[in-house]
């Protein structure tokens, strides 16, 4: 059985929800505060998934999942370079995306250095925006999004806009890094709001390593995992009801984690 490490910690406050969704999916999950993991980070090694959750860690007051990055970086830099090289999972959801992206293990790391070359700033309707998106696949490589090839899920940020170097959003796109857009109906969102949340570039919500196994994505899986999470369930449960098929139990966020579990077994 994988397990996975749910960091937590001053902020932090979706580190339940995510637990539970990799506990759901077959995972054996545990929830660790970051200075627990500062204090024995042998801890990281037993593990094979390592999730950032959501929230507002240290309260964004240094911007966006700065203060968490710094900490990690000073006291546990080592550890998650070891854990990345032992082809390891890791997934950053919303906050945590914005963690790893400026720790710089996405879009990857380079020689155990970080590089920071891509940032999540503010949207662009300058206001926090939490709504449902629509997201289309554009990468057969990201171990956590196997076989989806359009998803729902929410958002709910203040800084989710994604930004990067004409040099980097071309890498990304050659490699197959580009893992979730913004779409409108089975097309892109061409940054139409609020078909595209935050003015991402390119539409881009979500993005992986060159490997497939380092995940980022600025909506909220764990909000989703369940039928009656959708925002119009109860519209669909009447249509399966006269239809007289049987109303589901799961939603397609938990997909995200099950394709995590499934890939150590």
């Known amino acids: 059985m994988a397990k996975a490490i749910v960091l937590t910690g001053y902020g932090i406050n979706c580190e339940e929800e995510t637990a539970f969704s990799f506990k759901k999916a077959g995972a054996e999950a545990e929830i660790v505060h970051v200075n627990d993991l500062i204090a024995s980070p042998k801890r990281l090694s037993e593990a094979q998934i390592l999730a950032f959750p959501g929230g507002f860690s240290y309260g964004d007051d240094t911007g966006s999942g700065n203060a968490l990055v710094n900490k990690i970086r000073a ?17 950053g959801i919303c906050n945590g995306f914005q963690v790893i992206a400026n720790l710089g293990i996405l879009p990857g790391i380079k020689d ?18 939490c709504r449902w998106v629509s997201l289309k696949s ?6 956590f999004t196997k076989g989806i090839d359009f998803i729902k899920m929410p958002v709910a940020h203040g800084e989710g806009k994604f930004a990067a170097s004409e040099d980097t959003l071309k890498q990304l796109n050659d490699n197959g890094q580009i893992v979730f857009r913004y779409a409108k109906g089975q097309d892109v969102a ?12 390119e539409d881009i919500a979500a993005i992986c390593d060159k490997t497939g196994r380092i995940f980022g994505m600025m909506p909220h899986p764990e909000r989703n995992i369940f039928f009656t999470q959708q925002p119009d369930w109860t519209l669909q449960k009447e249509r399966l009801l006269r239809a007289g098929k049987k109303l589901p139990e799961e939603s397609d966020g938990i997909r995200i984690f099950k394709n995590a579990v499934d890939y150590f077994r």
């Open 75 to 91: 006291n546990l830099w080592n550890e998650l370079a070891d854990f990345v090289k032992a082809e390891n999972l890791i997934l």
């Open 112 to 129: 155990r250095q970080p590089q920071r070359k891509v940032a999540l700033s503010h949207n662009n309707s300058a206001r926090y925006e």
């Open 138 to 143: 554009f990468s057969e490589k990201c171990v």
């Open 190 to 201: 061409k940054g139409g709001f609020p078909f595209n949340p935050n003015g991402s570039a």
